[in-house]
């Protein structure tokens, strides 16, 4: 690993005890939610950062496809990877602040529901990537990271209109309309913590991955000499 | 046979090639109907609807049944390609990629359409159907969310037969980027059978679906034929 990595490992871990600090002990107690509310300062940042990710994941493929270099597929690889991961953080952290607040843990409200599907495009990306064989991977992955990204707008209107059509079962949006400007210190804060976290995740992972390739190269070389 | 080689021409000869080896084998069709059959006997245990109930439902019920019976159907479509290198042979030729994916596109459309043609029958007799909206929007309906179904289908389907267990892939590559297209036929079909809502937003959103993925999968069709 380099120094700049070590480097901005040791800055990612100060904003993050930081951004703890702030949206803990900083921030303002939330006048009807109390306590519970301050996972928003995760939750918000997650979301921020899986979506940010996701659209790394299409830039990569697409240049992956005008390209064809092993950089912008590992980084395809990297940023859904690490995207998926932010993305889960945000599908569990709403629910944690859901019971207490709603009185259920899940309901079809439209942000909810197409963050789920989101999530369930890009973990088909992965499952492909697991099940595909062979030097094709790359093509048939960017591909699909590509369909998957043109359908997030078809997906956010299709749910929009869904939910906008039927009754809401809770009373509730909304919240980041209202939010203390002490709150949104803490939610920065925060939101630099995740997206340096992030950027640290992607790196590891998209070196991980060239090494792999690399390490693979070489074992059918060694092979083809062997022969 | 002299014809020009022209996109169209191969379109259509690779079409009536599918076709005819569709028409004596009857592969496809005979397995999509006997599976669909069997969704809709095994979906009337499970909920036993009256008619006014039934309206309600059988949208979402009659599209899971497509949807599961046109993914039997997408799965044979290359796997009869990868006998014999015919998919080789193709990709040396000097035949547009996108030839041979609008014939295949289109003759999987046909396909599920024959299999619906045969279906909505069994739903009303099964199910007491009877539409409360006029009945040429359920054409309308039918035929964009059928093709919505089919290109992405055999786009997903050409992606899959290059993985481990692709039977099984295709499903889950397929289903996730089809939901808003699900969520807008399903809906539509149900506002056309109740009469309570205008299905027009859900025509629409089906038409821009098939207008962005059918361009998206011509354009992205070649790199995926040609991998390795």
Known sequence: ?227 | MSATPTLWNITRRSLAKDLRLEWRSKDAINSMLFFALLVVVIFSFGFDPTAEESRRIAGGLLWVAVLFATVVALNQTWTRELRNQVLDAYRLSPAPPQALFLSKTIGNFLFVAILEVLMVPLFVVFYNLRSVGPVWQLLVVALLATWALVVNGTFFAALSIRTRSREIMLPLILFPISIPALLAMVDATTSILTGDNSPYFWMRLLAVYDVVFTAVSLLLFEPVLNAE
């Not at chain 1, 899940?106 to 595909?132: E, F, K, M, P, Q």
């Not at chain 1, 079962?169 to 804060?189: E, H, K, N, R, Y």
């Not at chain 1, 991955?209 to 070489?218: C, G």
Request: aromatic fraction near 16%.
């Open chain 1, 1 to 227: 690993m380099t120094k700049l990595y070590k480097a901005l490992t040791a800055i990612t871990a100060l904003l993050l005890v930081y951004g703890f600090y702030q949206a803990w002990y900083v921030a303002p107690m939330e006048a009807t939610m109390g306590n519970v509310q301050r996972i928003f300062y995760y939750h918000l940042p997650s979301a921020w950062v899986a979506f940010l990710l996701f659209f790394v994941n299409f830039l990569a493929s697409v240049w992956y496809l005008i390209r064809r270099t092993d950089g912008a597929d590992a980084l395809a690889l990297a940023s859904a990877e690490v995207g998926v991961s932010f993305c889960t953080i945000v599908l569990l952290t709403g629910p944690i602040w859901a019971r207490p607040i709603w009185g259920i843990w899940w309901t079809w409200d439209a942000r909810l529901t197409s963050t789920l599907v989101l999530w369930l495009i890009y973990v088909s990306y992965l499952v492909l990537r697991h099940y595909a064989t062979g030097g094709q991977v790359p093509v048939l992955a960017a591909a699909l990271g590509i369909f998957g990204f043109v359908d997030v707008p078809i997906v956010y209107m299709a749910i929009r209109w869904f939910r906008t059509q039927h009754p809401q079962p809770v009373i509730g949006g909304g919240q980041g309309s209202g939010l203390d400007p002490a709150m949104w210190v803490a939610v920065l804060w925060n939101l630099a913590a995740f997206a340096m976290l992030a950027v640290l995740f992607v790196w590891a992972r998209y070196r991980q991955a060239l090494a792999e390739r690399a390490l693979e190269e070489a074992y059918i070389q060694a092979e083809g000499e062997a022969r």
